[in-house]
């Protein structure tokens, strides 16, 4: 395994040195520079401007800002924003990829754990009315053009009815006299939410495999996850930050659900159809010519088998979680990375649209490693021998 492991990271590096590569002649094919913001200026003259290209390295051979950008990016220094100068790329792309990160990941659970639900269900239920309806559900959400769907959601929830604000991170209003900054109090959810999930599976994977009984361990699961809840709950309630973080997570409902909407069709869809081909194999069969349960030959012979399309599939959505937050987050003026990326590709901002671009490429490639790995450990028919994936015997 850890020789699979290592050559899927040695592919992966040579695969981000090409998309690199790639990613920096694709934007110095872009005509003009950044110096071109400043031509509309009368005041700015072209001694100026010379001077700023030089401090900005823009006069150097293209073959120098090669190897220096390749240089830079494989050694962690991104370089400072043109546009938001004298900033570190670095610390913008801290400060907006984990809300990126955030939205599409609550969004891309959401919709995996009812695609899952629902596309094991139809497909047990193949022909029925609830197969029909679900289905058809499922293809509209699907093909819907994702924008138009955002802008129906916003209408409908914020304008019309007003349950949910129009777009942003937070309402300035509220904000007005906050102890803290949006992104101290972010970074707070985010450090409850992973203490929350690591209590969780401590509990999960060191408490329920000592209990023999199944009430007992539905007992115990329960005592986890609502005396985690309250314990969050109660010190949000006593720091007097509750009100900050529900303003955060009130401006995340309506992308999220528009998100959830779109993805959970093909969820639903890939699962279907994978239980329907799963169905049909021999081991099913003999289950349930041995008597079996319905429910226990659906959820431990067919679902077991057919979720592993599901999960590379999940796998694969969460490493382009970077890449396509840019229209969504355009639509509901979401500040996150996708929006970053498009402003700095926009303003001629060099520095930060690579590194936007750089963890792009680094989330792909990951993600690809995590599919290849989890398909490799939960397919029982391919087995790893000398670092390759083979058929097994």
């Known amino acids: 395994m850890l020789r699979f492991i290592g050559i899927r990271l040695v592919q992966a590096v040579v695969t981000l040195l090409v998309y690199m590569t790639v990613t920096y002649f694709i934007l110095q094919a872009m005509p003009g520079d950044v110096t071109v913001l400043f031509t509309q200026n009368p005041r700015i003259t072209a001694e100026v401007r010379q001077e700023l ?46 809300r990126t ?26 022909g029925s009315r609830f197969d029909y309806a679900t289905t058809a559900v499922g293809v509209t959400f699907w093909t819907a053009f994702y924008p138009l769907l955002g802008l129906i959601m916003m209408w409908l929830f914020a304008y019309s009815l007003g349950w949910l604000p129009l777009n942003q991170f937070i309402s300035p209003s509220v904000w007005r006299d906050a102890p803290l900054s949006s992104n ?8 409850n939410l992973g203490l ?16 023999g009984t199944v009430s007992g361990r539905i007992l115990t699961a329960a005592g986890l996850w609502g005396g985690g809840a309250l314990a969050s709950v109660a010190w949000w309630w006593q720091s ?100 970053t990326l498009l402003e700095a590709a926009r303003l001629y901002d060099y520095p930060l649209a690579t590194g936007a671009f750089a963890f792009t490429g680094i989330f792909v490639v990951l993600a690809h490693i995590v599919a290849d790995v989890l398909h490799a450990l939960m397919d029982p028919r391919l087995r790893i021998v000398g670092g390759e994936v083979t058929a097994a015997e």
Not at 81 to 93: G, L, M
Not at 258 to 287: K, P, Q
Not at 296 to 322: E, H, K, M, Q
Not at 330 to 335: A, D, E, K, L, N
């Open 53 to 98: 290209a030089r401090r900005l390295g823009l006069d150097q051979p293209w073959y120098l800002q090669y190897l220096n950008y390749l240089k830079n990016v494989f050694t962690g220094n991104l370089g400072v924003s043109f546009t938001q100068y004298p900033r570190p790329v670095w610390d913008i792309i801290v400060e907006r990829l984990p």
């Open 101 to 126: 990160v955030v939205l599409f990941f609550t969004a891309n659970v959401v919709s995996f754990y009812i695609g899952f639900l629902l596309g094991r269900f139809v497909a047990w239920r193949r």
């Open 184 to 191: 101290d109090v972010f970074t707070l959810m985010l450090a």
């Open 196 to 211: 929350f999930v690591l209590l969780l599976l401590a509990g999960h994977g060191l408490a329920l495999p000592r209990i």
């Open 240 to 339: 007097g930050l509750a009100r900050y973080a529900l303003d955060i997570v009130w401006h995340m409902v309506l992308p999220v659900a528009t998100l959830s909407l779109v993805s959970f069709g093909g969820t639903m869809l890939l699962m279907r159809d994978s239980m329907l081909e799963t169905i049909r194999e021999d081991y099913v069969m003999a289950a349930r010519a041995r008597g079996l349960p319905e429910r226990t030959v659906r959820d431990r012979y067919a679902a077991r088998t057919a979720i592993l399309p599901v999960i590379t599939s999940f796998a694969l959505n969460i490493g382009f979680v970077v890449s396509g937050g840019i229209v969504t987050e355009t639509v509901f003026s979401w500040p996150g990375i996708g929006l």
